[in-house]
């Protein structure tokens, strides 16, 4: 019969117009949320992306303070900037778009957002209050997947979660948050990466298999249980003769084949990708609900 399919820009559409409405009623108190953006260099998927967001923040309404940077800019220039936006109220999100050119700290730079505009989740006192279960802005990607697997009706709670890939922005933080005594969680989670021994093993138990390992075609129907739920968090360009571009966009999943044991399944693109622009989006309203108190209270 097939998967179905978990469609991210629908549900990204679904919540940037519940956004778009908090926005609307924000404003209605003189509140309007501010994201602070900044790039440096020319680096093309970086332009591409933060234009992307820059858009979206004007789709619903939040006001977007954008600097452009040439590659040369300092880190002291840099930190500069970073704590001009720290200190002004305007701004309740600080968004650094990486990478950064080498001659920049990347660590020095996001340890010097203030955690209470670090939007993008990556601030170690964010980090460190996800773990421990306190409120927190949640990294973007791994928050989107678990909107998709809520707002897709799978349930998490008792449920074998196996993670694929343990990087600091999908694997580590996404089984955290599906390990929290809390709704949308509760679930047994196995991290697995590159020195597992017999991945298969692992995912042939899963109920839900999140794979974030950056290479192609790293699950295969052979390691996938009939009916398991599949959230592919890769984006991996592959040479394609056919393609006007010279390539096509594929996930970290086989997914032609995988969909026909899966039940449920996120496609590349179209899966998760859509979800992390408007996870920022998310935060950045959070930050400005926090930052006036009882005026945000819903």
Partial sequence: MGAKIIDGKQVAAQIREELKAEVIALKAKNIVPGLGVILVGED?????YVSAKEKACGE??????????????TQDELLSLVDRMNKDPKIN???VQLPLPQHIDESAILLAIDPDKDVDGFHPMNVGKMVVGEDAFLPCTPHGVIQLLQRSGV?????HVVVVGRSNIVGKPVANMLLQKKDGANATVTLCHTRTRDLAFHTRQ???????????????????????VVIDVGVNRVEDASRERGYRLVGDVDFDAVKEKASLITPVPGGVGPMTITMLLYNTVESARRANGDYCTE
């Fill in 93 to 95: 999100g600080i968004l």
């Fill in 206 to 228: 899963a109920d839900i298999i999140i794979a974030a390992s950056g290479w192609p075609n790293t699950v295969t129907a052979d390691m996938v249980k009939e009916g398991a």
């Fill in 44 to 48: 093309p998927a970086s332009k591409s």
């Fill in 60 to 73: 619903i309404g939040i006001f977007s303070d954008d600097n452009r940077l040439p590659a040369e800019t």
């Fill in 155 to 159: 349930e998490t709670s008792g449920a």
